[in-house]
C-alpha cells in the first residue's frame, strides 16, 4: 500500500522538477535581439539588477531557459564588481570570491572567481572593483526579445587596430592576450586573441593592425580573433 501511494505521489507531483530536467538537457544556441534597448538582468525577473543593454541585431548565445527567460552569456561590457580587498595587481588573492551585480553585498553574485585567477579591472568605485565578468557568468533576458537563430553564425574575417597586451593567468582562457584601445586606456579591452601561427609575445605592448577570423565562444567575455597577420602601426 506504501509502494503504492508512493508511486502516486510521484505522478502528481508538480512540473519544476520535470522543468529542470529539461535545464539540464537544455544545448547552447545563438539567438538575435529583436528590440532596442534590452534590458540584460542578474535573475528572471524584472526586480533583478540591470546588468547592461542590448540592441536590433545583437547575436547572444542562450545557454539555458527558465519559464519566459533565457540564461544568455554576459558580454564583457557588462556590469561585475568585486570588493577591492580580494585583488592584488589584477590577480584574485582569496578561495571563492563572489562577483557581485553591484557594488554591495546586497546585490546578486554572478560568478566565482578563485585565488590566482587574474582579472580585468575596468574602473573604480568606492571600495569596489568593476571587473569583465568571469567566464561561466551569465544573465537573464525575457524570451520575447529573443529569435533562435537557426545555426551558429558563420565566422568571418576581420581587421582590428589596437595595442597589444599579455591576458594573464586566467582559468581556461580563451586566447592567450588581449587587444587594448592604447597604452593610457589598458582597461579598454576589444578582443581576445589567439594564434597557432603568429608569436603574440613579440609585439606586446606595440600598436599593431591584426587580420584574422572572429569567433564567438561560449566561455569567452569578449569576441576572439584567431589572428593571422599582424602589421606595425605606420607599415
Keep these: 500500500m506504501k509502494a503504492v501511494l508512493f508511486a502516486v505521489l510521484l505522478l502528481c507531483s508538480p512540473g519544476p522538477l520535470f522543468a529542470q530536467k529539461e535545464e539540464d ?3 547552447p544556441v545563438y539567438a538575435a535581439v529583436l528590440k532596442n534597448k534590452v534590458n540584460i538582468r542578474a535573475g528572471q525577473g524584472l526586480n533583478f539588477e540591470i546588468l547592461g543593454q542590448l540592441n536590433k541585431g545583437d547575436t547572444v548565445m542562450v545557454l539555458g531557459r527558465e ?3 533565457y540564461k544568455i552569456k554576459l558580454p564583457g561590457e557588462a556590469l561585475c564588481f568585486v570588493h577591492k580587498d580580494y585583488i592584488e595587481e589584477g590577480v584574485i588573492k582569496a578561495d571563492k570570491v563572489r562577483a557581485r551585480a553591484g557594488c554591495g553585498l546586497n546585490f546578486n553574485i554572478l560568478g566565482i572567481l578563485q585565488r ?3 582579472v580585468d579591472i575596468l574602473e573604480e568605485d568606492g571600495d569596489w572593483l568593476r571587473i569583465t565578468p568571469p567566464e561561466g557568468s551569465a544573465g537573464w533576458i525575457k524570451k520575447d526579445y529573443l529569435r533562435q537563430l537557426p545555426f551558429p553564425p558563420p565566422k ?3 581587421e582590428a587596430q589596437g595595442v597589444i597586451d599579455d591576458l594573464g593567468k586566467i582559468v581556461n582562457r580563451q586566447g592567450t592576450h588581449k587587444l ?3 597604452k593610457i586606456a589598458r582597461r579598454k579591452i576589444l578582443y581576445y ?4 601561427n603568429a608569436d603574440l609575445s613579440r609585439y606586446v605592448y606595440q600598436k599593431v593592425r591584426i587580420i584574422g577570423e572572429l569567433e564567438d565562444l561560449e566561455d569567452s567575455p569578449y569576441p576572439v580573433i584567431n589572428v593571422e597577420q599582424i602589421i606595425r602601426a605606420g607599415q
Excluded: M, P
Design 116 to 118: 590566482g585567477e587574474a
Design 180 to 182: 587594448i584601445e592604447n
Design 156 to 158: 568571418k574575417r576581420i
Design 193 to 196: 586573441l589567439k594564434s597557432a
Design 25 to 27: 538537457k537544455f544545448e
Design 67 to 69: 519559464s519566459a527567460w
